[in-house]
């Protein structure tokens, strides 16, 4: 058989093979790195017997494909370990996730506390240790019936798998598992790994089912990598928005509202700054800004179709024995704005936006501070066009979500989810027309994309901006949605050339998606140290002395108040010290400190949050400084 490498190269061998020989033959250090292989664009484990020709790529442990084959095995050692010291113990489902791995099971009796998993850790070690080869077998349904009759998840699982499907199973010293693969070759491998936390979680997530406990955990090849990581997990608990939120006076929950957050002062102002940016930038682009209603009569949710499919998550109230709804989303209210004139294709595109505070139901257990709440203003905008402004409204629309998010200094990647299998409405051309304008703008821009094929939404092909914060999280906040649906269920119409009625294209975007949520995540990207021009306070005055200096810092004060600056004085009779770490700690950007040396030559000694270093500087040139700060929002 003839096998093709990466580099073009190609060699003979003999039938029947294992990737182990091949890699030996070429080098037998080769052979040690090898964690899996791609043949033919599918990864299998080594010890996979080749019989034909085939394109043969080895992975080692430095291809991104490597990690996910390690933490899939090291679920495999944690159920192993689990199972030893809980031999009643069932498996349900074990997956690679975002940064690791869990497995849930079903202990009986038993619930897993913290402490139990260093237990768990403890024996991973050890069979780890013992070095066993992970060995794949091959066998029909009815012995994997057989194999696993005392795991009913298991059971539950293979009886839905086709009659005459080849079924793998994965060994490694005693522990067997129903698993696809491929795996690493032995435990060896699994060195640098921590078992992180504990969740409960329902069979296949139906919460009619039994909880089983999951276990998350994480694993790399090196230890540094582990480490950085932990590292960063620290950090992230460091800069929850919920502490953050309370230490810094931003906001507030309560058991009376739950999922309803309440602003307190600070929190007011860094909302506010959000959305004088929003209106800012969007009033240059060209937006028109409308307010609609909360509370909305059913018979608009039945022709926007809210009522039939999304009637859980609305809350309703009765007003003179009507029904009414609190409204979920804009979209409604902004249609009947449309509706209320003629429009004429010489209007388009028409860009109408709203920050209107919606109301979703969310389940109790579901509610995690700012980032899933049951009220948040939403900054959807709807844009009215023809179809051939598509791919010039898109261009802009991405340069204005590229600018704006890089304000914040997020990276973002945007996916393009296309049109899904079975439940779509509308034309496939006019789907294929639209989805390939998507892609026309993305690529017109150079702006790399990902597709999503069948994930868009029933009613429109869909770009999902999906951010990164400073922790390295991945949020999904901006979005842009052509919409064939509710153009047509209120029978939006505008004037063509020809004087004749047409359909518009519709789109929805909104680029914070909800401000209250990406408020969360600013609070954690920042860790609460907010850009000057966002800060609630955003300079602290320090007098050194209150009878020597105190004049002179209350009229610095007062200019920097008529110039609209928030800023603050602290007079109190405390050490310089105690106030200069309070400003700290409260993460104000500057710390003014005024002593003789200001107070004579009419100058300013500031230091920046977060730096060491006090620069003095003439009073002037410090408000030059920090109104351009201020206004680049730097
Ligand atoms: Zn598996
Ligand atoms: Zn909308």
Redesign the pocket.
């Known amino acids: 058989m003839k096998i093709k490498f990466p580099d073009g190269s190609v060699k003979t061998f003999e039938d029947g093979m294992s990737l182990f020989d091949i890699a030996q033959s070429i080098s037998p250090s080769l052979k040690k790195k090898c964690i899996v292989a791609k043949v033919d664009d599918r990864l299998v484990d080594m010890n996979t017997v080749i019989n034909k020709d085939a394109d043969v790529t080895f992975i080692t442990d430095k291809d991104p494909e490597a990690l996910e084959v390690l933490r899939h095995s090291t679920a495999h050692l944690m159920a192993e370990a689990v199972k030893r010291l809980y031999p009643h113990a069932h498996f349900g489902v074990g997956p690679v996730i975002e940064d690791g791995f869990y497995y849930d099971m079903d202990l009986g009796d038993d619930t897993l506390s913290e402490h139990d998993l260093v237990t768990i850790e403890k024996e991973m070690k050890k069979i780890a240790a013992q070095n066993s080869d992970i060995l794949r077998s091959v066998v029909s349904k009815e012995e994997a019936l057989e194999l696993f009759k005392d795991d009913p998840y298991k059971v539950e699982l293979i009886n839905e798998l086709p009659e005459d499907e080849d079924i793998s199973v994965y060994t490694q010293a005693h522990f067997r598992d129903l698993c696809r693969g491929p795996h690493l070759p032995g435990t060896k491998w699994i060195k640098h790994f921590k078992l992180l936390s504990l969740a409960g979680a329902y069979w296949r997530g139906d919460s009619d089912n039994i909880q089983l406990t999951r276990v998350y955990g994480t694993v790399f090849f090196e230890k540094e990598e582990l480490d950085d990581y932990l590292h960063l997990l620290e950090e992230r608990k460091k800069r929850d928005h919920r502490k953050l939120g309370k230490e810094l006076d931003l906001f507030m929950l309560s058991e009376y509202g739950p999922g309803f957050p309440f602003w307190l002062p600070n929190g007011v102002v860094v909302k506010k700054q959000l959305l004088d940016f929003w209106h800012e930038v969007h009033t240059k682009a060209g937006y028109h800004l409308i307010e609609t209603p909360i509370i909305l009569k059913r018979e608009l949710w039945e022709v926007s179709g809210h009522w039939k499919n999304y009637r859980e998550n609305m809350y309703t109230l009765d007003i003179d024995e009507q029904t009414f709804a609190v409204k979920p ?3 409604p209210g ?1 249609m009947l704005v449309y509706k209320r004139d003629i429009h004429s294709y010489k209007d388009f595109p028409l860009k109408v936006g709203e920050l209107g505070l919606v109301h979703r139901h969310e389940a109790s257990g579901a509610l995690a501070g700012l980032f899933r709440v049951r009220n948040f203003t939403q900054d ?3 844009i009215f066009m023809t179809e051939d402004q598509i791919v010039d409204e898109i261009k802009a629309l991405v340069n204005l979500f590229d600018y704006m998010y890089s304000v914040f200094g997020l990276d973002y990647k945007i996916e393009l989810s296309t049109r899904p299998e079975e439940k779509f409405i509308g034309e496939i051309e006019v789907w294929d027309r639209s989805e390939a304008a998507l892609a026309a703008a993305l690529e017109d821009l150079g702006k790399p994309y990902k597709i999503n094929p069948g994930d868009g939404a029933f009613y429109g092909p869909k770009l999902d901006f999906h951010i990164k914060d400073s922790m390295k999280r991945v949020w999904q906040c901006g979005t842009i ?1 052509l ?1 064939m649906n ?1 153009p047509e269920r209120f029978d939006l119409t505008y004037i063509d050339p020809h004087g004749e009625k047409r359909r518009p294209v519709m789109l ?1 975007r ?1 680029l914070y998606g909800s401000i209250e949520r990406f408020l969360g995540i600013l609070i954690e990207h920042y860790a609460g140290a907010f850009p000057t021009w966002m800060a609630p306070v955003q300079v602290m005055v320090i007098p050194v002395n209150n009878d020597y200096h105190l004049a002179y810092s209350q009229a610095l004060v007062e200019k920097l108040k008529q110039l609209n600056i928030r800023v603050k004085i602290d007079d109190r009779d405390e050490k310089l010290g105690y106030k200069i770490r309070e400003a700290q700690t409260k993460k104000i950007p500057y710390q003014l400190v005024i002593g003789d040396r200001e107070v004579e030559s009419h100058e300013v000694n500031y230091r920046r949050y977060g730096e060491k270093d006090q620069v003095a500087v003439d009073q002037e040139a410090f408000i030059e400084m920090l109104i351009s700060e201020i206004n680049l929002k730097k």
């Open positions: 989303m804009n979209c902004g959807d905008a709807h949605q919409d509710l929805h909104a």
